[in-house]
């Protein structure tokens, strides 16, 4: 990952804003520059995958206008080879540099066109203003806000912008900002036409389409890794890796020590696969200790968020600890699209796809703002082979009533997919854990006593009572929202609602977001 700041106005100095900028440097450890422009700023930390010279460094310029870009863009070297040949010349190997001369030829058209995962500033010269942009499904963060004198700030995290704007708001994936206003470009939600495709042909293009996504992402400059929990999603990415790459892959895995879960079918996994494999243990008092900081990192107080949050966080900095990897490949965005467990209980065809649609389009404050966190704050960049847009695109559009659990096994489509000797069967057909849960049912039940011995008493209740904005409803949650607050005071609007099932559907109305507590858990998880 890298980080991206920059701000219009009249009002802040250099000091303060390089000051904020600073919180993010773990994003972009290998190099940072903050260049001023003629009435603002414009800053990038570096972290180093494609193009890994100093002639990559940003921000790009190109006439009057600069850039700074964090992200990927796939197939970006046809793209470069069209530009070549119009006569356009370019200072480094970075994928990133096109965006530029892809401005000047198409404008804001641009954005439709990339096949990527981006959040990017760009300083238009002409008119001395902003265009800024983010990837359709929000993979790469962006925040803004405005100063007292209006003028605009944009940066990869909220932290960046505490103190320096009142109102800290995320940017809407599949959007560009450009005069003063935000323009959808790409609603990854939107279908325009349902596709019929027969059970076959669904599962055929499904597995065409997903190892097409894992292909693009192994294409770095810098050495990758892949996290695998033993669930569907993970290992489906870490053996088509496999396959593609030729070699072992270098996998990692991470468990309470008292009951992992998720070791065992990792280890299955890895064996079958053939990949250098590491187990990470973590402890209840690594779990405690570490909760403030990740509270802090990801700027949230949303339940399942923090709680899958722990074993990703920790898993991350002992990659970061004692590895060289840069890039992580992981299996986040699966279950927006096939369903979880408690989508077993959508009462129609509709109401799943509108679940789905509700789902996608709230990634960027969720499961998508937990892996680029964790693993960023690592000075890592995360990779989602299940967000590829070609992908995305052709699952959303499926007639929902394919996608349904009506055959005995949730997110059936990719099993049968996958069918065949690239993973073991069981591991195949193993029904689906929450990550939280599956690093250790500890996980969640040390976290939930730990915040029993913070409220002893009925005053928890009253202390709910003072957020008027999606308050907190068990001691756990209010633990959670208290420290999100002493970070970031007057900001909780920054995240939609607490990620919890549908209760408006029989058999979801539940307190807790863990599908342990769903009727049809089952077997999951064991």
Known sequence: MCSIMGYIGSELSLAAFQSGFEKTASRG?????VEKLENGFLAFHRLAIMGLTETGMQPFSRGENRLVCNGEIYGFRPLKEDLLQRGYTFESDSDCEIILPLYELYGTDLFAMLDAEFALILYDGKTKSFVAARDPIGIRPLYYGYDASGGILFASEPKNLMGLTDHIKPFPPGHYYKDGAFHCYRDMTAVNRVCHDDMETACRTIRDKLIAGVQKRLDADAPIGFLLSGGLDSSLVCAISAKLMHKPIKTFAVGMEKD??????????????????????????????????????????????????????????????????????????????????????????????????????????????????????????????????????????????????????GKYLLRHAFEGDLLPYDILMREKAAFSDAVGHSLVDDLKEYAETRYPGDEWQERCRQYSYCPPFTKESLLYREIFESFYPGQADMITDFWMPNRDWEGCDVNDPSARVLSNYGDSGK
């Open 29 to 33: 450890p290998d190099m940072s520059r």
């Open 260 to 409: 992992a879960i998720d070791l065992k079918y990792a280890k299955q996994v890895a064996d079958h696969i053939g990949s250098d494999h590491t187990e990470i243990f973590i402890t209840r008092e690594q779990v405690i200790a570490a909760l403030p900081e990740v509270i802090k990192l990801l700027g949230t107080w949303d339940i399942t968020t923090i709680r899958a949050s722990m074993g990703m966080y920790l898993i991350c900095k002992a990659i970061h600890e004692t590895t060289d990897i840069r890039v992580l490949l992981t299996g986040e965005i699966s279950d927006e699209l096939f369903g979880y467990k408690y989508t077993d209980f959508a009462p129609s065809p509709a109401a799943f796809q509108s679940e789905s649609q509700k789902r996608v389009r709230e990634l960027h404050m969720y499961d998508v703002l937990r892996a680029d966190r964790c693993i960023s704050v690592n000075s890592l960049e995360a990779r989602v082979p299940f967000g590829d847009l070609d992908f995305v695109q052709y699952v959303m559009s499926l007639d929902p009533a394919i996608k349904m659990n009506r055959y005995g096994k």
